[in-house]
């Protein structure tokens, strides 16, 4: 059969009734399913070894990997700019750590990477963004709103902690504001408060994202199928993933504090050794 070059109009209408069809499949898996998962109880050990096979898979795949990563540092530097340039330093910490609440998300194609050489199946780059003519592209994009939400929440209760503590009006320098929060009481109580309002923030999208971006890839499970499986798995290991979780803050704030550079090689292992977690805690 002879091929043709089609128009560009026809070019568009396959291409819309391919998207159409990964869409229809996608929007019939959002309802939760009736299937059964069965978890695990998490160990320490699990964790390591997680690690082990992250920082394997970031060994095998780093040329790949590390051209999808660099993304992530240079998300840190614009939104430090925006912070630094429009006056909004009171911003810039919460911004920073609620990066990081959309990490599981940033995750995804990660997953993908390390699912595809599990099944030893080619896992480069262009690879990784197979989910999105996945039908499991709706449940996720559908998630990551949920996270996308939750930290535009976080936003603005942080905003409003600054104005009832050391605001409203900004700070005159990057300097006078440090010194506000160090040495002032106001400034004791916003520091306190945000610490604190960011940890139940961080518990919450661990709790829900544990295992849940993971098992939509592999499973195409529904969304609150998969949300609750992650749930179950947080209160049957608590201090498990209570040290995951400082595990993940932990380097993730040397990769900031390397002025994001290191984002490029910690965010890649955690994300796999996200997917390797993953397929311990789900049989």
Same mark, same amino acid.
């Given at each position: 059969?002879?091929?043709?070059?089609?128009?560009?109009?026809?070019?568009?209408?396959?291409?819309?009734?391919? !998207?159409?069809?990964?869409?229809?499949?996608?929007?019939?898996?959002?309802?939760?399913?009736?299937?059964?998962?069965?978890?695990?109880?998490? @160990?320490?050990?699990?964790?390591?070894?997680?690690?082990?096979?992250?920082? @394997?898979?970031?060994? %095998?795949?780093?040329?790949?990997?590390?051209?999808?990563?660099?993304?992530?540092?240079?998300?840190?530097?614009?939104?430090?700019?925006?912070?630094?340039?429009?006056?909004?330093?009171?911003? =810039?910490?919460?911004?920073?750590?609620?990066?990081?609440?959309?990490?599981?998300?940033?995750?995804?194609?990660?997953? @993908?990477?390390?699912?595809?050489? %599990?099944?030893?199946?080619?896992?480069?780059?262009?690879?990784?963004?197979?989910?999105?003519?996945?039908?499991?592209?709706?449940?996720?994009?559908?998630?990551? #709103?949920?996270?996308?939400?939750?930290?535009?929440?976080?936003?603005?209760?942080?905003?409003?902690?600054?104005?009832?503590?050391?605001?409203?009006?900004?700070? /005159?320098?990057?300097?006078?504001?440090?010194?506000?929060? =160090?040495?002032? +009481? +106001?400034?004791?109580?916003?520091?306190?408060?945000?610490?604190?309002? #960011?940890?139940?923030?961080?518990? /919450?999208? =661990?709790?829900?994202?544990? &295992? !849940?971006?993971?098992?939509?890839?592999?499973?195409?499970?529904?969304?609150?199928?998969?949300?609750?499986? !992650? /749930?179950?798995?947080?209160?049957?290991?608590?201090?498990?993933?209570?040290?995951?979780?400082?595990? &993940?803050?932990? !380097?993730?704030?040397?990769? &900031?504090?390397?002025?994001?550079?290191?984002?490029?090689?910690?965010?890649?292992?955690?994300?796999?050794?996200?997917?390797?977690?993953?397929?311990?805690?789900?049989?």
């Amino acid at each position: 059969m002879v091929k043709t070059i089609g128009n560009p109009f026809s070019w568009a209408v396959q291409a819309f009734d391919k !998207s159409a069809h990964h869409i229809g499949e996608g929007l019939a898996e959002i309802p939760n399913d009736d299937a059964e998962i069965e978890i695990r109880d998490l @160990e320490i050990s699990d964790l390591t070894d997680a690690l082990r096979k992250g920082a @394997e898979d970031f060994a %095998e795949l780093r040329t790949d990997v590390m051209f999808i990563a660099l993304i992530y540092p240079i998300i840190g530097v614009v939104l430090t700019w925006f912070a630094v340039n429009r006056e909004m330093w009171p911003l =810039l910490f919460p911004l920073i750590a609620g990066f990081a609440l959309l990490g599981p998300l940033a995750a995804v194609g990660l997953y @993908e990477m390390s699912r595809r050489r %599990e099944k030893g199946l080619k896992a480069g780059w262009g690879d990784a963004f197979g989910v999105i003519g996945s039908p499991s592209f709706v449940p996720i994009a559908i998630l990551g #709103g949920y996270l996308t939400a939750i930290f535009i929440a976080w936003m603005l209760i942080a905003y409003a902690l600054y104005g009832v503590t050391l605001g409203p009006e900004p700070p /005159v320098s990057a300097w006078s504001f440090i010194g506000d929060v =160090l040495f002032t +009481a +106001a400034g004791w109580m916003m520091l306190i408060a945000g610490m604190a309002i #960011g940890f139940v923030f961080a518990v /919450v999208v =661990l709790a829900i994202s544990l &295992v !849940s971006f993971p098992l939509l890839i592999d499973r195409h499970s529904g969304i609150l199928k998969a949300i609750t499986t !992650s /749930v179950k798995i947080t209160r049957q290991s608590p201090v498990t993933v209570a040290v995951w979780g400082a595990i &993940v803050a932990v !380097s993730l704030g040397l990769g &900031v504090l390397t002025l994001f550079v290191g984002l490029i090689f910690v965010l890649p292992i955690l994300g796999h050794a996200t997917w390797h977690l993953y397929r311990r805690a789900v049989v």
